[in-house]
């Protein structure tokens, strides 16, 4: 057998070596790993909704009606009447003719882009996308074409160039995970329809956060419900629960069941998640306070760290990196800010480009003021201790 030993010290003399921490107890923002109870600054349950206590009433009903599996695919007996209900109110959420929903955000996007490029066709997509969309872009076959982040000129020569493709596919996360930035998109959509190409968006980040109504990127820019654009949204981020979907037209979802391999060949999600999700979509409607709750948090804390010297690249949501460049030395902090009681991640490559290892701090509708700061005196004494400030 392949000794794994030499690699595993390689791995761990570049500082990316990755553990897995187990969580003992959670009733975020506060965890309990190994016996301690810690401030979680690290988790995308943005609005708090993971322990809601009408998430867990629909769940628990769920439960007893329909047990504790689907059984099978949805194309051979999983499709409970559960799906087409929370499709509906997805599509209806997303302003869109219809939603199909899959069983993690990396496999709606890797099923869609495989599923639309072929041999004759090209995908643009953004330097700084998730990893789930580079793979899609690797399983599909066609040409990819890699513009430099939030370059529309750099894009525009792209599709300039590319008229001897069929279909041409421009594809972006709508906030940028490490990041926290925002992609231009109605640039992306005035390049889109001049050009006649496709554009997708992944609003992982952005679904029930950005907008009046949390509908995400789009509405953000008022643009919601007025182009043919195609969403990846999550379930398992600000709604608190599991599982992924994408919106867009019915005959876009009819193709995605025929042809989407990360949709016919797994089983369908548990109905407890789907009656989760049922129960999300109406907390964020009913319940705007919690958006704005994390937009008054998101904004006081990156305000602070950036007066204290940290560099948040042009986060403009909740998404909050501090900027370390080496991988080591972002491993380190992290590891006294856990020793402090402050549960952050160290983001190195292959997450994030070479030399730009970073913590990448996650802000909650849940933190109160008192948390806050308490997380922002620890790192303000970290980052002088390090000298990053």
């Known amino acids: 057998m392949y000794d794994f030993k030499k690699d595993l010290i390689q791995i761990k003399q570049a500082g990316l070596y990755r553990d897995l921490l187990t969580i003992h107890s959670q009733s975020a923002p506060k965890t309990v790993v190994d016996g301690r109870e810690m401030l979680m600054m690290a988790s995308n349950d943005y609005l708090g909704l993971c322990f809601h206590s009408r998430m867990k009433k629909m769940a628990q009903q769920a439960l007893k009606k329909w047990g504790t599996g689907a059984g099978s695919a949805r194309l051979i007996s999983g499709n409970m009447s559960l799906f087409s209900d929370l499709e509906k109110k997805l599509a209806s959420f997303k302003a869109t003719e219809d939603a199909l929903v899959y069983s993690t955000g990396y496999m709606a996007n890797a099923g869609i882009l495989s599923a639309l490029g072929g041999g004759e066709d090209v995908i643009y ?231 730009s290892a970073r913590l990448r701090l996650t802000v909650m509708a849940t933190h109160t003021m008192e948390d806050i700061k308490q997380a922002l005196a620890i790192l303000e004494k970290a980052g002088k201790r390090f000298r990053i400030i």
């Open 125 to 355: 997509s953004d330097e700084l996308n998730h990893a789930s969309i580079i793979d899609g872009c690797r399983l599909s076959r066609a040409r990819v074409e890699i513009y430099r982040h939030r370059d529309m000129a750099a894009l525009e020569s792209l599709l300039k160039k590319g008229k001897k493709y069929g279909k041409r596919i421009i594809v972006t996360d709508g906030v940028f995970s490490m990041d926290g930035d925002i992609a231009p998109v109605p640039a992306l959509v005035d390049l889109t329809q001049r050009h006649e190409a496709i554009l997708i968006v992944d609003d992982a980040h952005a679904t029930g956060v950005l907008g009046e109504r949390g509908r995400g990127t789009l509405e953000h820019f008022h643009l919601c419900g007025t182009t043919d654009t195609v969403i990846m949204g999550t379930m398992g981020k600000a709604m608190g629960c599991f599982g992924a979907f994408i919106a867009g037209g019915r005959d876009l979802k009819k193709f995605l069941v025929n042809c989407s391999r990360s949709f016919i060949f797994t089983t369908a999600l548990p109905p407890s998640v789907l009656a989760s999700a049922l129960e999300a979509l109406q907390i964020i409607k009913k319940e705007p306070e919690r958006r704005q709750r994390l937009r008054d948090n998101y904004s006081f804390f990156r305000k602070a760290l950036n007066e204290l010297g940290f560099n948040t690249l042009e986060s403009e949501t909740q998404i909050i990196p501090i900027m370390m460049g080496s991988s080591v030395t972002a491993l380190d902090f992290a590891r006294h800010l856990f020793d402090k009681g402050l549960f952050i991640q160290a983001i190195r490559p292959p997450a994030v480009p070479e030399g």
